[in-house]
C-alpha cells in the first residue's frame, strides 16, 4: 500500500494534510477496532464536544441544570520544578465551578494522593496573584474506572473531609474547596448513572434518553467508523509532531550542556598548562581520573 495523502477540518476550521503510510493505517484501524466510548483515546474525541461533556457531567452529578461553559481536553498543566500534570477531561461550570475528569480503567496505586496533587495543581495553575484563599474556586474531581475500588456494590463513592476531635467528636465538614467523586461501571446502586455508563462502554447501542452521547457515538461509528479514523489520525500526528518538537528541545538543552562542559574542559586544560591549576584539581572538577584528564589534555 502506497503512502496517501488525506486532508481534514479542524475545530478551527482550517484545512491541515497528513501523508501516512500503511502502518500508521493500520495502527489507526487496530484502535478503531478495539475502541468503545469510554477507553481513553476515544473518550478525548468525545469530550472535545461541550455538548457531550454536559450530558456526561448533568447524569454523573444528578444535576440536570448543570452548564458546561468552556471545555478542554488533555490539558496540560506545566509547572516549572515538579511533575507536569496533563488532565483527561477539563470543563468550566456556570457556577464557576472547575471539574475534572480522570478515565482509569485499570487499577491503580496511590489514587487518593494523585487526586489530591491534581487537584492542588488546579487550583494553583488557576489561581492569580492577589486572589484571596475564600476566593479560590471549587474543584470537582471525578475519577471514572470499570473495577469498584472500593468493593461495597456501590456506583458512586463520595470522598467527605470533617473535622474531629480528639475525643472523636465529628464537629464540622472541612470545606477545602474540593469534591471528589468515585465513579464505576459495575455498581448497580445507581440506575441512571449505570444504564448511561453502560452506553459508554460499547459501539452498537443507543439510548434515546441521552440524545447528546446516543448522536456523538452514532456520527463516529458509522460507516466503519470513518469519522472516527480520521479524527483519531489528526490527534496521533499532532501528538507525535508535539513529540518531535520536545525532542528538539531536549536535544538543543542537551547540546547547550555538552558545549558548557567542552569549554569548560578547554579552559582547565589552559590553566594546568599554564600551571595554573593542579592536574587532579581540575581532574575532580570535571569529573573526571587525572588519567582520563591527562589523556584528553595530551599531557602524555
Partial sequence: MKPQKITI?????????FTIDSKHQREIDKKVKESYPLKNDTFMLFAQHKNFCQEFLRVILQDKKLVVLENDIQKNLPTAFSKDVILDMFCKLGDGSIVNVEIQLTDEEGHERRIFMYASKIKSYLTEIGTKYKDLKDIITIYLTKNDI???GSTVYEVKMNVVSDQGEDISPWNAGLKVYYVNTVGLTNKNINEYLQLLLDKTTFNRKYKVTSKTKKEYYEKGGQKMSKELRQMMD????????????????EGRKEGIKEGMMESFILMVKKGLVELADAAKELGMTKKEFSKLAGLY
Avoid at 477540518?9 to 494534510?17: C, G, L
Avoid at 499532532?238 to 538543552?253: D, L, Q, S, T, V
Fill in 9 to 17: 477540518k479542524t475545530k478551527d476550521k482550517e484545512i491541515k494534510s
Fill in 150 to 152: 472500593f468493593k461495597k
Fill in 238 to 253: 499532532e501528538e507525535r509532531e508535539a513529540g518531535r518538537k520536545e525532542g528538539m528541545k531536549e536535544g538543543i538543552k
